[in-house]
């Protein structure tokens, strides 16, 4: 038995086609309005993102998402305008909501920064792993769960909320 009889053989349009597929969908546009209607019980495509990486909702029905390769953090509206919130932060890995619908971002450098409405971050919290996952107790508090550390951290409300009317 020869090596070329079992080599799978290649099919050029079919290899064609998925080059190509992978082509448009790296080329697909990062700005712009969501797709705002689908058939129903098909999957939709909501809007595109270079490297999304969380997302977190509002009671209004607003979806925050980050994006870890471009450094950005958007909204998309519930008629699926995307808007840009903040750019420049360090490779954004995690989002959480408190209540008043203040935006948390968390990164793989082990920061935690609330968004400010202008695009800013303020820091709340740094440690020594990256943030893997965050969320918001009843009390308002946030729980943090840094990535190799085995623990969840609790930022008091308090501590979030000093200082950062100054």
């Given at each position: 038995?020869n090596d070329?009889?079992?080599?799978p053989?290649?099919d050029?349009?079919?290899?064609?086609?998925?080059?190509?597929?992978?082509?448009?969908?790296?080329?697909?546009?990062?700005?712009?309005?969501?797709?705002?209607?689908?058939?129903a019980?098909?999957?939709?495509?909501?809007?595109?993102?270079?490297?999304?990486?969380?997302?977190?909702?509002?009671?209004?029905?607003?979806?925050?998402?980050?994006?870890?390769?471009?450094?950005?953090?958007h909204?998309?509206?519930?008629?699926?305008?995307k808007?840009?919130?903040?750019?420049?932060?360090?490779?954004?890995?995690?989002?959480?909501?408190?209540r008043?619908?203040?935006l948390?971002?968390?990164?793989?450098?082990g920061?935690?920064?609330?968004?400010?409405?202008?695009?800013?971050?303020?820091?709340?919290?740094?440690?020594?792993?990256?943030?893997?996952s965050?969320?918001?107790?009843?009390d308002g508090?946030?729980?943090?769960?840094?990535?190799?550390e085995?623990?969840?951290?609790?930022?008091?409300?308090?501590?979030?909320?000093?200082?950062?009317?100054d």
């Amino acid at each position: 038995m020869n090596d070329s009889s079992i080599r799978p053989r290649l099919d050029w349009p079919l290899a064609a086609l998925i080059i190509i597929t992978t082509l448009l969908a790296m080329l697909a546009p990062t700005t712009g309005r969501a797709l705002q209607t689908a058939d129903a019980g098909k999957v939709a495509t909501l809007a595109y993102f270079q490297g999304a990486s969380d997302m977190v909702m509002d009671s209004r029905g607003v979806l925050y998402v980050s994006d870890s390769r471009t450094g950005e953090v958007h909204c998309v509206m519930p008629d699926g305008q995307k808007i840009l919130l903040a750019k420049g932060l360090n490779r954004p890995s995690c989002l959480a909501l408190d209540r008043k619908r203040n935006l948390y971002v968390g990164s793989p450098c082990g920061a935690v920064c609330r968004l400010s409405p202008d695009g800013s971050c303020r820091q709340v919290y740094f440690g020594p792993n990256a943030i893997a996952s965050m969320t918001f107790d009843r009390d308002g508090n946030l729980l943090i769960v840094p990535a190799d550390e085995g623990v969840v951290l609790r930022i008091p409300h308090h501590h979030l909320v000093q200082g950062l009317d100054d």
